[in-house]
């Protein structure tokens, strides 16, 4: 039986969006409860998908609750569901992240988020000597027309110790090599939504081996794990 998200899940945020308060969210939460029952049913079908052609060693549900210390923004409660699927390291590079949200503003993003500094380094100087392979995936036709381009924070010129002259400078400069694919509302409650997510992220496979290799050896190609 294939699963699918319940209309439910959105509604319910749009009513919380209007009444993000204690009170309210108090007196609904057996509603909430039941339906975050059904969503996490939701995350795991992703996660049976996902070990059917990858390796995921651990799936995380947020919680709904925010964390106001030290945000202005004092909502108690986030208007979204949201997971992510991390793969298992250390051969294994990136992860896939899955967001609930109405108003069409569901998503899907892979990649690296928050790359350790030394990884960050590691990519940057990869780039630097060759940028052909990782061209050459990312503007793939099939690639480019599930996940566009490449989206995150970049500096604005070069990071220290690289010229902004360099061919491959758009590559360099970003601090995040994420891909994000958006979706409707309508698009989201399709009952065959959760198989495009799978194939979106079975799309994304060439970009990730090629991001394991790079982070699992130097630049010489020598193993770092081994």
């Avoid at 996902?50 to 609750?65: P, Q, S, T």
């Avoid at 990869?126 to 061209?135: P, T, W």
């Avoid at 060439?206 to 020598?222: A, H, I, K, Q, W």
């Amino acid at each position: 039986m294939s699963i699918a998200i319940p209309k439910s899940a959105l509604d319910f945020f749009k009513k919380l969006e209007k009444n993000n308060n204690r009170d309210w969210f108090n007196e609904n939460k057996p509603e909430f409860k039941a339906i975050e029952a059904e969503i996490k049913k939701v995350y795991n079908s992703v996660l049976e998908n996902l070990n059917e052609h990858d390796e995921i060693d651990k799936l995380k549900m947020f919680r709904i609750y925010r964390d106001v210390r030290f945000s202005k923004n004092k909502l108690p409660y986030k208007t979204h569901f949201g997971g992510s699927f991390h793969r298992t390291k250390p051969r294994l590079r990136g992860g896939y992240y899955l967001h609930l949200q109405p108003n069409n503003e569901s998503f899907i993003a892979t990649g690296f988020w928050e790359p350790a500094k030394e990884d960050l380094l590691r990519i940057r100087k990869e780039f630097e000597m060759d940028d052909s392979d990782i061209r050459s995936i990312i503007n793939n036709k099939k690639f480019k027309s599930i996940w566009g381009d490449f989206v995150g924070d970049e500096v604005k010129t070069a990071p220290k110790g690289f010229s902004k002259e360099h061919k491959a400078i758009d590559l360099i400069r970003k601090k995040q090599y994420i891909f994000v694919k958006k979706y409707t509302d309508k698009e989201v409650l399709d009952t065959n939504f959760l198989n495009g997510v799978n194939t979106a992220f079975k799309a994304i496979r060439p970009y990730f081996d090629y991001m394991s290799d790079v982070l699992t050896t130097d630049l010489n190609g020598v193993s770092l794990i081994d």
